[in-house]
């Protein structure tokens, strides 16, 4: 759909149908004419006018500065000549053969955003029509007054399309309250799901150690103290690992850091990871976390966009052995070691 809310193809065709019924008007006219050359040359003229203005899409864009300049020169051309090859006659109320042309154009025009353009080309024609009136025993005869007619069109055109104008600020205006309300309720609701799947995490991971707090009034022992620290951690890595610290990964590492191996889940993403990406993932960091005896793993999801999604890293603290280092691809999950 254009500015106007036509579809382009009905204002091309409309167009091309208004300007067609005066150039058919206009051949018939050229074997009757006082100079055909002249018409001929003013037929021509008005067809180029016509199609430059009427088949170019409908755009919501303004007409190309020089296409409104040639679409107008050319049809003040066509008006010249189409004038110089007609006689006035001393009838009130004529209309020249480019007539409904002229009503067209000047409707064109203003849809197509070049009102001032239209202005002019009301001005010259309307100038070049009133040379056409005719005194006769000291009265004058207009000869022609379809430029009035052209007047009226031409302003409730502009008023019209000024309306629309407003009318769509006011729609966009509306749809920008509907998508920032949108906005805002998704982000709330993004916020409660979040806070319910915080609650569901702790639940799930420090709910039986809770009970035992509350309600079992034996003594503490190392074993307790050190199932809290694991306890601790892993809510530590729902929190920094997000999309990483799945069930599956969250309990492989509570595992090695009860062999004394120290792990670090840092999600930078902020996004779930691609399905063959988190794939690779779930199985790299099994291989290297069910392997560790001793050491440092960190497991680190890289922002959106970089072409490395994960990188894991497992140093044993051996001063004889290298590090061993896994990148993980974006999209693909091709996985690489160094």
């Given at each position: 759909?254009?500015?106007a ?55 919501t ?38 007539a ?9 025009l ?6 001032w ?10 100038i070049?029509?009133?040379r ?5 025993r ?8 379809y430029t ?13 399309y000024?309306?629309?104008l ?13 998508l ?27 709910g ?35 999309s ?14 009860d ?33 560790a ?9 890289f922002p959106k ?8 890293v ?25």
């Amino acid at each position: 759909m254009n500015s106007a809310g036509i579809s382009p193809k009905f204002l091309t065709v409309l167009a091309l149908l208004g300007f067609g019924v005066s150039f058919v008007i206009g051949v018939t006219k050229v074997d009757s004419a006082r100079d055909p050359d002249a018409m001929v040359l003013s037929l021509v003229f008005y067809a180029g006018a016509a199609l430059i203005v009427a088949v170019p899409r409908w755009a919501t864009q303004q007409m190309p500065l020089l296409s409104t300049m040639a679409a107008v020169l050319l049809f003040m051309l066509a008006a010249e000549q189409g004038y110089k090859a007609t006689v006035a006659v001393p009838i009130a109320g004529q209309m020249p053969w480019f007539a409904m042309g002229f009503t067209v154009m000047i409707f064109a025009l203003c849809l197509r955003q070049r009102f001032w353009w239209a202005v002019l080309l009301w001005v010259v024609i309307t100038i070049m029509s009133l040379r056409r009136w005719i005194v006769v025993r000291d009265s004058v005869v207009p000869t022609e007054s379809y430029t009035v007619m052209a007047l009226g069109l031409f302003v409730a055109t502009w008023v019209g399309y000024q309306e629309f104008l407003r009318f769509n600020q006011r729609k966009r205006e509306i749809r920008r309250m509907l998508l920032t309300a949108r906005s805002n309720d998704e982000a709330e609701q993004d916020s409660k799901n979040a806070s319910y799947q915080r609650v569901q995490d702790v639940r799930r991971l420090a709910g039986g150690l809770l009970e035992r707090i509350a309600h079992d009034p034996s003594e503490v022992t190392e074993y307790d103290i050190n199932q809290f620290r694991l306890t601790e951690a892993q809510l530590r890595d729902t929190i920094r690992g997000r999309s990483i610290a799945t069930p599956y990964i969250l309990e492989i590492t509570r595992t090695a850091r009860d062999r004394g191996v120290r792990v670090d889940i840092l999600d930078e993403r902020g996004h779930p990871l691609p399905p063959k990406v988190m794939a690779a993932t779930t199985e790299q960091v099994a291989e290297v976390l069910n392997h560790a005896q001793c050491g440092v793993v960190t497991i680190r999801a890289f922002p959106k966009g970089d072409p490395t999604a994960v990188f894991i890293v497992h140093d044993n603290d051996d001063e004889d052995e290298d590090p061993i280092a896994i990148e993980i691809a974006d999209v693909t999950g091709e996985v690489s070691r160094f």
